[in-house]
């Protein structure tokens, strides 16, 4: 396999974004990612698209050549292929572009991710966001994605002491990093109380405790890194490209306090890239609802079993920290539409690797994970990335 | 790049499956074709599955863990990865598993496809086949999938003098062949007769010039070549893989009268495996409608352009034609269930290369080829499988 690089990246801003269409935040991220890897269109192999419920939530599937086409790329007749893994879908996308380079099949390819959520009214309904938990055996009985993940705090909080208060600290991290992050959907700062005082979604987690629902896109070039040199001097190699999955009801794992998909993409991922945890200086984890964070830090390994919230809450993930997680805002504060996320948080490894990140840039950042869950955990995906010295 | 062999191949009955869910249909389809290749479940590494429209069909996404949920292979955390490019699904995640098998990151690999249409009432409604057209531009208006095919029938007609008659013996053509399916969603033959005094749906297209909705799934399971022979005597090699793509939107193309996406695709898949197209005994044609048949015919180049209703009407793709055409009774017979279709064609070829296909074996067959379709032609997919000496 052929050792791939990241060329370039792009990404709109994200949040409620009323005045854009699907295809034109599409196309934004793509062309941002394209110029800034200093390639023409027409070197382009392949588009790969992250989506999760176009059909849905715009009554339009077949969407990678609709991009392709509203690109004005369509006389390349490229290959363009949309991947879909609820939540993860970006994440997952990346993963197919990695190949499809790695391979030698294409030279360069495009990984965008998209979603644009305020188009219709019932969005949170559970046929949208409760079609990546088991249809059949959770959701027809009502229970939502923030419930399925509140009973997973709530045996957190069992099992090993977690607090409300360590919980609510989640999403008072990702606002103070979002707030340094000029595409953030919300960079205003929150504080503990303000958290705590909203109005419950699925006790324990409120308002402030789950991720809002977000337009946007997000998009990267990938190429061989052996030519990488030619259209950057900061290539970002992918040291490691790692999906894994797990059942889709919790009912049927073995603990609802960590994901085993992420415990065991996080193992592959290292392995893979020959690189320890205590290497990694910058993170960008799943943190759709505060408990995803915690579960995260923990089933990655930045912290023992049961400590996350605690650290979080001592400051051991700040900026600077160890490692430093969500620079971005998370989905939290940079903001969560569905398929762009995954891409999104390559979007902002490399642009820690290679400096350029500005008020929240974390000096010396050499290699950086991301991490995205479908689902309550039955999609994880783990990429190392490293600056090639 | 290695090279890549299909060892397994499995698919369930198509049809209006009123007593099988979506998750029954993908497991069986996946174990027959496991059973098949004689390989374990343990000995897997990726699943991709192809799936054009779950969200709004069943209401679920996220489908490619929950079949391996349900085939009881969660323990193992495979990677799980769906597809969606239109009624292309199934094609394009072939695609998928053969680089993933080519690039070394993965050995051995289940490709599936799967859609479960009888499900909802509306299921013809625009939100659904129309999302595969260009929702802003097309079906917004009113231009059904049919409706968009019966232009290009027109146009045909209009520039090449193509008949009523000639367009009727496609379906005609595809239940003689179905007749000799045990999977195929009708296995009645019919009359030219029939066809003609069918009710419109789209004119000149009539009830029997249109593709069924079907349930149904297929899978094949993929392994390197270079180690196929210690699963089968058999083997197939996928020798060519091509994904393109064209503008969503009809109006935006310089002609009605042929798919570029497909013209394109032919020509790369030819080059692709250093054959020609001469050398193909049995093609799998996208037949969706009985216009989509004869484009495809020309645009591969098994008829010149304009002639392939003259030759299908006199035989000349009959069983033991030049080539065979759709031995398995294609969309219109064998059944259309969008996502698994790709699939399903790349099963038949297997047992036609491999001998068998019972009553309706081509003799000595050693080159097949599958042609798939998504929407009106914003995505073609082109395979070529050779018998392995």
């Known amino acids: 396999m052929r050792d791939v690089a990241i060329l370039g990246v792009g990404m709109t801003k994200f949040g409620e974004l009323w005045d854009r269409s699907f295809r034109e935040l599409g196309i934004e991220a793509g062309f941002q990612a394209l110029v800034d890897a200093k390639l023409s269109s027409k070197d382009l192999g ?47 996308a990346l993963h197919q572009g990695y190949l499809a380079v790695a391979s030698g099949a294409y030279d360069f390819v495009v ?10 009214p019932d969005v949170t309904a559970n046929r949208i966001t409760g079609a990546t938990a088991d249809q059949e055996w959770e959701s027809v009985f009502g229970a939502t994605l923030p419930g399925l993940w509140a009973l997973m705090a709530r045996r957190h909080m069992y099992d090993f002491g977690t607090t409300r208060e360590q919980l609510a600290q989640v999403p008072v991290h990702m606002h103070e990093m979002g707030s340094r992050n000029p595409n953030a959907h919300y ?23 789950c ?83 915690l579960l995260a830090l923990e089933d990655i390994g930045f912290s023992e079993k049961g400590a996350a919230g605690r650290e979080l809450a001592e400051g051991k993930f700040a900026l600077g920290g160890t490692p430093t997680v969500n620079s971005s805002g998370g989905l939290k504060a940079q903001g969560r539409p569905f398929g762009a996320v995954g891409v999104a948080q390559a979007v ?6 290679r400096g350029e990140a500005k008020e929240r840039q974390v000096s010396g950042a050499q290699l950086g994970l991301a991490h995205d869950v479908g689902g309550t955990g039955a999609t994880s995906v783990v990429h190392l990335f490293e600056r090639a010295n």
């Open 46 to 92: 392949a588009l790969y698209l992250g989506n999760m419920a176009s059909g849905s939530l715009i009554e339009q599937e077949h969407i990678a050549p609709l991009l392709v086409d509203y690109a004005g790329l369509s006389g390349h007749h490229l290959p363009a292929i949309r991947v879909e893994a609820g939540g993860a879908s970006g994440a997952v």
């Open 111 to 120: 990984v965008g991710g998209a979603e644009k959520l305020t188009d219709v």
């Open 187 to 209: 960079r205003n700062k929150i504080t503990l109380e303000q958290v705590l005082s909203a109005g419950p979604v699925a006790e324990p987690l409120g308002v402030f405790d």
């Open 211 to 293: 991720a809002p629902l977000s337009d946007g896109a997000a998009a990267v070039v990938l190429g061989p890194l052996d030519r990488a040199r030619k259209f950057t001097d900061t290539p970002v190699q992918i040291r490691a490209s790692v999906v894994t999955s797990d059942t889709m009801a919790l009912h049927h794992r073995t603990s609802f306090t960590r994901l085993d998909s992420t415990i065991v993409a996080a193992k592959r991922a290292f392995a893979q890239a020959r690189r320890r945890l205590t290497d990694v200086n910058v993170a960008e984890i799943h943190d759709a609802y505060s408990i995803s964070a």
């Open 348 to 353: 902002e490894i490399v642009r820690q690797l």
